[in-house]
């Protein structure tokens, strides 16, 4: 079973400051998606990436497949205090009937704490 | 559009007992999947349920069981409850296990287990 390994595992930062969290396995990813996770809440998708290489944005956040597709990065800029939360990257494995969309692996996450 | 609903929101059970949780999927969605959180980790797959069959199932052993209806809800079932099912339960739903759709997550059901 492939590992997604995340980094830092807990994040504390004042608003205004950058920062960029990481996902790697040992094996490489068909494709890759981020989540956000807020208290009390499900995960909620931010993005999919697919081709190694491939950068993403999403407003104020930066998202790098890696040239390998064996590691993400995901940077913020000028965090704000409504970007707290959990930071999950995770990957499809196929199931039964073919595709890999239901069945994902996820990382353990990166808590993001942003102060005002 | 209505969201995943998920009922009970939280829910207290004993050592032994017997549990079902509940989920409803966004409307025009036929695929459920369901994920154990526990505390301070990821989520892990439990199972998909497509068309009302069961199409993969993770690491977890025959206690946990599932169902889906013909209307495309779900249920999750927990038998002989221990303390190590203590965690979030997250339902997600899809228009299909082949894509699609991503997959869009209820709020989860907490449950304690003691």
């Known amino acids: 079973t492939q590992l997604l390994e995340q980094s830092p595992q807990f994040l504390s930062i004042q608003e205004g400051e950058n920062l960029t969290v990481y996902c790697n396995s040992s094996?490489?990813?068909?494709?890759l998606q981020w989540y956000r996770q807020e208290p009390g809440e499900g995960p909620v998708l931010l993005v999919t990436?697919?081709?190694?290489?491939e950068v993403k944005k999403l407003k104020r956040l930066t998202f790098q497949f890696g040239d390998a597709r064996k590691d993400s990065s995901l940077h913020i800029t000028a965090a704000q205090t409504g970007d707290t939360g959990l930071y999950l990257c995770?990957?499809?494995?196929?199931?039964?009937?073919?595709?890999?969309?239901?069945?994902?692996?996820f990382g353990k996450g990166t808590k993001l704490s942003v102060k005002p | 559009e209505t969201g995943v609903t998920q009922s009970p929101t939280h829910l207290i059970k004993t050592r032994g007992q017997q549990v079902t949780l509940r989920c409803s999927s966004q409307?025009?969605?036929?695929?459920v999947s369901w994920y154990q959180q526990a505390l301070g980790q990821g989520p892990q797959f439990i199972f998909q349920?497509?068309?009302?069959?069961?199409?993969g199932r993770g690491n977890f052993p025959p206690r946990f069981s599932g169902l889906q209806f013909p209307n495309y809800s779900s249920e999750l079932n927990v038998n002989a409850l221990e303390l190590d099912d203590s965690a979030l339960y997250l339902c997600?739903?899809?228009?299909?296990?082949?894509?699609?759709?991503?997959?869009?997550f209820g709020n989860g059901t907490r449950l304690t287990v003691t």
């Open positions: 409307s025009g969605h036929n695929t």
């Open positions: 990436v697919v081709t190694g290489g």
């Open positions: 094996s490489v990813f068909s494709s």
């Open positions: 349920y497509y068309r009302e069959e069961e199409n």
């Open positions: 995770a990957q499809g494995v196929p199931l039964n009937y073919g595709g890999s969309q239901g069945n994902l692996i």
């Open positions: 997600a739903s899809s228009t299909g296990p082949r894509g699609g759709s991503p997959l869009h």
